[in-house]
């Protein structure tokens, strides 16, 4: 199966910011296979987006999810606080990135 | 609202064997592919095993085939993990997720399994 590379490891921004998070497949992967997801310490992660680009339910539009083949990104807008977290993303609703960061500058 | 409730999490020796639970509610569980993640102390979040919605195609990861065996049963809206022949690095949270459109929306609240003498 084709590996995930997320990056950077750790992303340190202010709240208000944009923050750009990369996942980078081993081989070409079709878009409707790739998710995003949010963890909190402590709690169960939450899906964000699915299919590349399409928010789940309840997801507000700060986050957007785009990207095709091997590269594919999760832009955040206007960071909130809550948004501070760690974020991974998955092929095909198996393998899973080893995650990035998202920390309070 | 979707609800999954995992059990049988404890600690146990090495080579020991559990066997974990997870009860659905809030969503039809037999048109849904099931999944178990995991997530060792501080670490990242590990695939573990996915099973189709009639129980015919079975997926495991590699460290864990032949040891682990998932099932389910759609008249009782329940997932089972029965893991055999426990390894210290076994120990993490293991959550039961079900599956839609390639990703994970429905996720329980996680079960501690801890390997250790």
């Known amino acids: 199966e084709s590996v995930l590379t997320q990056s950077p490891g750790t992303l340190s921004l202010s709240p208000g910011e944009t923050a750009t998070l990369s996942c980078r497949a081993g081989?070409?992967?079709?878009?409707?296979?790739l998710a995003w997801y949010q963890q909190k310490p402590g709690q169960a992660p939450r899906l964000l987006i699915h299919?590349?680009?399409n928010r789940a339910p309840g997801i507000p539009d700060r986050f957007s999810g785009s990207g095709s083949g091997t590269d594919f990104t999760l832009t955040i807008s206007r960071l909130e606080p809550e948004d501070f977290a760690v974020y991974y993303c998955q092929q095909n609703g198996d393998h899973f990135g080893q995650g990035t960061n998202l920390e309070i500058k | 609202e979707e609800q999954l409730v995992e059990s049988g999490g404890d600690l146990v020796q090495p080579g020991g064997s559990l066997r974990l639970s997870c009860a659905v509610s809030?969503?039809?569980?037999?048109?849904?592919?099931m999944t178990w993640v995991r997530q060792a102390p501080g670490k990242g979040l590990e695939w573990v095993a996915n099973i189709k919605e009639d129980g015919s195609k079975i997926y495991y990861l590699d460290s864990v085939r032949g040891r682990f065996t998932i099932s389910r049963d759609n008249a009782r809206n329940s997932l089972f993990l029965q893991m055999n022949s426990l390894r210290v690095e076994d120990t993490a949270v293991y959550y039961c997720?079900?599956?839609?459109?390639?990703?994970?929306?429905?996720w329980g609240q996680g079960t501690l399994v801890t390997v250790s003498s």
């Open positions: 081989q070409s992967l079709d878009s409707n296979f």
């Open positions: 299919g590349a680009y």
């Open positions: 809030g969503f039809t569980f037999s048109r849904h592919w």
């Open positions: 997720a079900g599956n839609q459109n390639y990703a994970l929306p429905f």
